[in-house]
């Protein structure tokens, strides 16, 4: 008996194949974080037994299912759209942020935040919300009470902070200081 699909455990180990360790999987990423689908596929099939026969429209059902829309595929690429942590920096097209947009953390970091600036840390941008709730379930997973940031993106960028867009819910923007943090 062949086993079913779990899309959501797919769509997991995609997203750490592609922002965070595609050499594990001998895949290399473009300047933009795109990688051939047929390669991606090849590596998926050394994961588990169950995906020996994991085709391109597994991996489109696993796009449209996922809430987060955490991939995009193109001219048979694919990429992460957002959470990189590999080494070199993707480039992205600046766009034009939404006048306000949020960032939920924990208590602790709120104070650094506030203090100083909204850095990537480990990942290569900052990653902002655009809605409240979304930005309080970020933060959950980082402290059981978290605290909401209101960043003044349109300020921000006016002066010159680079904002990119993630997907309809996620935003990317380079280092944002204390002063358009509220």
């Known amino acids: 008996m062949i086993k079913a699909l779990d899309f959501t455990v797919l769509s997991k180990v995609v997203t750490r194949i592609l ?43 696993m796009i449209s299912r996922s809430e987060k829309k955490r991939h995009e595929v193109r001219e048979k690429k694919i990429r992460a759209l957002y959470g990189h942590s590999v080494p070199k920096m993707l480039s992205r097209e600046r766009a034009d942020p939404p006048e306000f947009l949020y960032h ?47 960043v003044n993106a349109a300020s921000a960028h006016e002066a010159g902070v680079a904002f990119y867009r993630g997907n309809d819910h996620v935003w ?7 002063k358009f943090i509220g």
């Open 104 to 150: 939920g953390t924990s208590p602790s970091a709120a104070m650094l935040i506030k203090g100083d600036a909204l850095r990537p840390m480990g990942r290569q941008y900052v990653h902002l919300s655009v809605d409240v709730d979304t930005a309080n379930e970020v933060g959950r997973r980082k402290a059981p009470n978290p605290v909401l940031l209101v």
């Open 19 to 61: 922002r965070h360790e595609p050499w594990v999987y001998e895949l290399e990423l473009d300047d933009a974080g795109w990688v051939p689908v047929d390669e991606l596929l090849a590596a998926l099939r050394t994961v588990k037994v169950e995906w020996s026969s994991i085709d391109e429209s597994d991996i489109a059902e």
């Open 172 to 178: 990317l923007a380079d280092t944002i200081p204390a």
